[in-house]
């Protein structure tokens, strides 16, 4: 478990990094990390009720190598 002094999207994309590094990297072909829906994840819905995805947490999902679901 891991403590941050902040709440904001960089703080909760740090303890991810932080914890896969923890655990020796992404762990098979397909790595899924459930989130609740948050600010730091989510901004909102559309009209079609999906998802509006905060944008420089789906950049982390894609370059650490995880799968992001809610």
């Given at each position: 478990?891991?403590?941050?002094?902040r709440a904001?999207?960089?703080?909760?994309?740090?303890?991810?990094?932080?914890?896969?590094d923890?655990l020796?990297?992404?762990?098979?072909?397909?790595c899924?990390?459930?989130?609740?829906?948050t600010?730091?994840?989510?901004?909102?819905?559309?009209e079609?009720r999906?998802?509006?995805?905060?944008?420089?947490m789906l950049?982390?999902?894609?370059?650490?190598?995880?799968?992001?679901?809610?």
């Open positions: 478990m891991e403590l941050a002094r904001d999207t960089a703080a909760f994309i740090q303890c991810h990094v932080n914890a896969i923890y020796g990297g992404v762990p098979g072909d397909v899924r990390i459930r989130h609740r829906r600010k730091v994840i989510t901004l909102d819905w559309n079609a999906r998802t509006i995805w905060n944008q420089r950049d982390c999902a894609l370059s650490v190598g995880f799968d992001a679901r809610l």
